[in-house]
């Protein structure tokens, strides 16, 4: 049964999503749709599966290793103090990883929360004019460490 990720994953393919950063061997980085936390990215793996235990060992590897470089980068570029990784698929049953930057300025209630706790419709939406410079600065960090494709 094809997803939302499955749509956007066909999107990126076809250069149609605003949100894609690059395509790295795993998959495509993809800027989040809502940035409450800067650089909030996801690694959605091409081609689709429905969970990572789908994945043969060699293909899982590569796919984890990529997603932890992706976060190396966005630590790098945003200062943040860590980086949380999630890949849940209990909405969107198709793998796809969360890569949220956490920074220590964040509201005390919410800093040592899972970022879901955080009011997803009342946070800054995608916005192609601001967001342009962070998408092209993980993209640039990614080329840098040879992972473009």
Request: proline share 7%.
């Amino acid at each position: 049964m094809p997803t939302l990720i499955h749509e956007r994953v066909r999107q990126c393919q076809s250069s149609e999503y605003p949100k894609a950063i690059c395509r790295i061997s795993s998959g495509w980085v993809v800027l989040g749709d809502v940035q409450f936390l800067p650089g909030y990215s996801l690694l959605l793996p091409d081609p689709v599966v429905p969970h990572l235990n789908e994945m043969d060992a060699e293909t899982r590897k590569v796919f984890l290793y990529e997603m932890s470089v992706v976060g190396d980068v966005i630590l790098e570029i945003t200062g943040a103090a860590r980086i949380n990784y999630e890949m849940l698929g209990n909405v969107e049953p198709a793998l796809h990883a969360h890569i949220f930057p956490r920074f220590e300025d964040e509201p005390e209630e919410l800093r040592l929360k899972p970022a879901w706790l955080y009011d997803w419709d009342a946070a800054p939406q995608f916005d192609a004019n601001r967001d342009r410079e962070i998408m092209q600065e993980i993209a640039e960090g990614l080329e840098q460490l040879g992972l473009v494709v």
